[in-house]
């Protein structure tokens, strides 16, 4: 477990010289580890190196996750996909959900979010690819949506998340991030109180700090590849 360590430091020291070519304060920029198909140990080892926020986007498997790891007191975050018959898991274990793309489901997570835990926090994914993505709502429609969000209870809207398409073309990835954070721009200018970009991975993180990413969002430059042959029926199905 020591390379998770010894990555952990990498990671940590990429986005605190992207934010300071940013001339940003590395402070401002929020690393999630993304733990989805890595065992328990592998965050028991990540959070023993000072990580406290993890992502998920298997809603089953990160419910075993935390229910096994529920002493830490983690942080959980969900970043895939939802789907209806699996908000009511997201609702319940996670502080945050990075997905939201139809208001249909932030009406599930607000109804089902108990009166107890503090409201989750909310990010819209943004299809900022167009066609070559299918996930996220598209660019002009994340205002109307963010409006209707924004007036749900137990939620709080806190920003826009995206995925661009796999690209070798920096130029190309820096439009992308650039317009979910032109589109966070408008919606402040309309008042709505965002303060959250979740953008950037593994291989992109400079790029999306150097337009104002606030959540990075890595998983393989932490814990290493991922075995993309392990699929369980619930990835299957999603
Ligand atoms: C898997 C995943 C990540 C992390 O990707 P890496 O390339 O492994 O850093 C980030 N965001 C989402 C939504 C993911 O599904």
């Known amino acids: 477990m020591t390379s998770i360590v010894a990555a952990l430091r ?3 020291a990429r986005i605190a010289d992207a934010a300071k070519a940013a001339g940003r304060d590395p402070a401002s920029v929020r690393l999630l580890a ?4 890595c065992p328990a140990s592998a965050i028991r080892a990540a959070f023993e190196a000072g990580q406290d926020a993890f992502g998920e986007n298997y ?7 935390a229910a096994e790891l529920s ?3 983690l942080e959980w975050h969900f970043i895939g996909p939802l789907q209806s018959n699996k908000t009511r898991i997201v609702a319940r274990y996670c502080r945050w959900a990075h997905g939201i793309d139809r208001l249909k489901i932030a009406e599930r997570l607000a109804s089902q979010r108990d009166a107890s835990l503090p409201p989750l926090q909310v990010c819209l994914q943004v299809n900022v690819s167009g066609e070559a993505s299918k996930s996220g709502v598209p660019p002009d429609e994340a205002v109307p949506l963010a409006r209707a969000v924004a007036a749900l209870p137990r939620l709080a809207l806190r920003g826009l998340m995206c995925i661009p398409e796999p690209t ?4 190309l990835l820096r439009r ?8 966070g721009e408008q919606l402040r200018a309309e008042g709505h109180a965002l303060d ?5 991975m593994s291989h992109d993180l400079e790029v999306a700090i150097a337009e104002g990413a606030t959540i990075v969002r890595v998983g393989t430059a932490i814990f290493g590849e991922r ?5 369980t029926g619930e990835q299957a199905s999603q």
Do not use: C, P, Y
């Open 10 to 12: 990498a990671v940590r």
């Open 176 to 183: 992308r991030f650039a317009l979910l954070r032109q589109l």
């Open 168 to 171: 070798e073309f920096t130029s």
């Open 34 to 37: 993304v733990s989805k198909t």
């Open 59 to 65: 809603a089953n498997e990160m419910a075993e996750k």
């Open 196 to 200: 959250t970009l979740s953008m950037g």
């Open 71 to 73: 002493g830490l007191g």
């Open 227 to 231: 075995d993309k042959t392990a699929r």
